[in-house]
């Protein structure tokens, strides 16, 4: 089993350019793994990690009710913001600067045959990271993703996942809120979910602008340890 992830952190860049190069990886993954099936050959196969940062964009899943999103296109264009309709599990998602997005494009036959494992663990290493914060962050029965103060009224999502899979290799994955514009998400009722508010490190913290690379550094020391993985950084060339 392969326990090397590459990582690479992408910086602030498209949704659709980015979304085409998880294609592009994922499909090296599959290939591999269907070589190795139909002959002796038996090549590990590639695990990747991109962080990145996108433009103001809404994602829809497969499932998801394109009513959850409340404004027109042309309301989208005066907000400069863009609409894809994508190959993932979930609803509606935003995605703009000063949020971390993370795509691990991972073959889960390095790791374990469990997709719900692997959500489990997904949210398990952004709840550690903001533990390192002073939060108290948790799971919500019924909803992927990570919140705050769950169970009361005031209950606040602080992080968004959705993910992938096939052939048990991933792709998709979270999207933290660190220094979010959290305007953009009144436009969307979140993860079709309604009722339920959105929060931001920021704003929890009570400060202007977290360190977005300290976050990662979290999360990377995290997704390590609960993955028995070794991270190693990447020089993008994209």
């Not at 139909?38 to 590990?44: F, L, Q, T």
Request: glycine fraction near 8%; hydrophobic fraction near 40%; include cysteine.
């Amino acid at each position: 089993m392969n326990k090397k992830v590459y990582l690479q952190d992408l910086g602030l860049k498209d949704y659709k350019d980015t979304w085409d190069y998880q294609e592009e990886l994922f499909k090296q993954t599959v290939d591999v793994k269907i070589s190795n099936r139909r002959g002796p050959a038996n090549e590990p196969t590639p695990n990747h990690f991109l962080f990145v940062e996108h433009p103001h964009v809404y994602t829809l899943g497969k499932s998801g009710d394109f009513a959850n999103l409340l404004i027109s296109k042309e309301e989208l264009a005066a907000k400069n913001a863009k609409f894809y309709k994508i190959n993932r599990g979930g609803d509606i998602t935003y995605h703009g600067p000063g949020q971390i997005v993370g795509y691990p494009i991972l073959d889960l036959d390095n790791f374990f045959t469990d997709i719900h494992k692997y959500l489990r663990f997904l949210e398990e290493m952004v709840i550690l990271a903001l533990a390192e914060y002073g939060f108290k962050a948790e799971r919500s029965e019924g909803e992927t993703g990570v919140w705050l103060d769950v169970g009361t009224p005031f209950a606040r999502k602080i992080c968004a996942m959705g993910v992938r899979a096939s052939r048990w290799v991933t792709m998709h994955g979270f999207a933290l809120n660190v220094n979010a514009d959290l305007g953009y998400f009144d436009l969307m009722i979140p993860c079709g979910i309604k009722g339920k508010a959105v929060t931001s490190l920021n704003v929890e913290l009570g400060i202007q602008e977290v360190d977005l690379e300290e976050v990662k550094q979290k999360l990377q020391k995290h997704f390590e340890n609960l993955f028995e993985a070794e991270l190693i950084k990447q020089k993008t060339e994209v």
